[in-house]
């Protein structure tokens, strides 16, 4: 099983449409998580952390269930900017080794 | 502020040879990072460092080697390339306890 796991997509949305993701992780003493944005050809950057507590930034929204071992991230109001991958990164005990999901594409469409 | 500048940009390599790509940050943090990207299998580490003066391997780090030197240069070397190190690579940074990391702009490197 790999450590963490999303859904490829594409996940494909008309413009202001609401759309979420999920993402999996399989290792439960995990300690940090993150989404990354990445555009198509470019390098990985940090979209926004996510607490415990849930977090919201502007339109987007992140989650943690640790129960359940996933992180989910929800936009409102699609922009055609947000094409993009979304890459769920998970950072287990000791040394900040990041793992990377492989990412989530979504494509807003006008 | 340049933030993690990689050379070069892409490269075609014929296998056999010997490659060394550059990275270089100014951001004075303390550790760096090296992955490689492929298609269906996400980003991967190969090697990082934690300070200058150490480093350790990742997940995958067979046919490559790396040295800090000093905080700013993280160089990875490919020792004789080989078609599966076809890839994508960047190096990353980040700050001490940080588990933020910035990347660079990326390496595309063709073995042919």
């Known amino acids: 099983r790999k450590e963490v796991e999303q859904d490829p997509g594409p996940f494909n949305v008309p413009e202001g449409a609401t759309v979420a993701f999920n993402c999996t992780y399989s290792n439960s003493a995990s300690q940090s998580f993150f989404w990354y944005r990445q555009d198509c050809r470019k390098e990985p950057k940090l979209l926004m952390s996510?607490?415990?507590s849930g977090n919201e930034d502007g339109r987007f929204t992140a989650q943690l269930n640790r129960a359940s071992q996933y992180i989910s991230l929800l936009i409102r109001d699609s922009k055609l900017s947000d094409s993009a991958t979304y890459l769920c990164?998970?950072?287990?005990?000791?040394?900040?080794?990041?793992?990377f999901g492989t990412g989530t594409r979504l494509l807003v469409s006008p | 502020i340049a933030g993690i500048t990689q050379a070069p940009t892409s490269q075609i390599l014929a296998a056999g040879r010997r490659m060394t790509l550059r990275c270089t940050q100014d951001m004075r943090h303390n550790a760096m990072y090296w992955y490689r990207q492929d298609l269906g299998l996400g980003l991967r580490l190969i090697h990082y460092?934690?300070?200058?003066?150490?480093?350790g391997k990742g997940e995958v780090p067979d046919g490559y080697s790396v040295s800090r030197a000093n905080t700013d240069d993280f160089p990875l070397t490919l020792a004789s390339a080989v078609p599966s190190q076809t890839s994508v690579y960047f190096c990353?940074?980040?700050?001490?306890?940080?588990?933020?990391?910035?990347f660079g702009a990326g390496t595309r490197l063709s073995v042919l």
């Open positions: 460092s934690n300070t200058a003066g150490t480093t």
């Open positions: 990164v998970v950072t287990p005990t000791g040394f900040q080794k990041l793992v």
């Open positions: 990353a940074s980040s700050d001490r306890g940080g588990n933020i990391q910035y």
């Open positions: 996510v607490y415990s």
